[in-house]
């Protein structure tokens, strides 16, 4: 089992900044990639960005490239989300994600194991 704990939603303006945390614990040493979802009422969950434990590699949504940028501290198992010009459609519950087991499909949500209890991200206009 893996348990996440996310951190760091809430309300701001178009155009500004936030940075949410997402900080996995147990047996981590199975993850191969932490991500981020969101999700919005009446809309699947969203990929938005994710990054491997080996190799920092890298996977971004064309909505939020340029705009985002996905960290991991590896050693940690923790992964960070600077959120940059946001928009109000940005807004939405995002949720971290951990894949370990297939060692693929780190865009795909059916693909992630475990997920936390979310974290909202407010964006008015």
């Known amino acids: 089992q893996v348990q996440l704990v996310e951190s760091g939603g809430g309300l701001v303006q178009a155009g500004g900044s936030l940075r949410l945390s997402c900080a996995a614990s147990g047996l981590t040493y199975r993850i191969n990639a932490m991500g981020w979802f969101r999700e919005v009422p009446g809309k699947e969950r969203e990929f938005v960005a994710s990054?491997?434990?080996?190799?920092?590699?890298?996977y971004y949504a064309d909505s939020v490239k340029g705009r985002f940028t996905i960290s991991a501290d590896t050693a940690k198992y923790t992964v960070n989300l600077q959120m940059n010009r946001l928009k109000p459609e940005d807004t939405a519950v995002y949720y971290c994600g951990v894949e370990a087991t297939t060692g693929w499909g780190f865009t795909i949500p059916r693909e992630y194991d475990y997920w936390g209890q979310g974290t909202r991200v407010t964006v008015s206009s």
């Open positions: 990054i491997t434990m080996r190799g920092d590699n890298t």
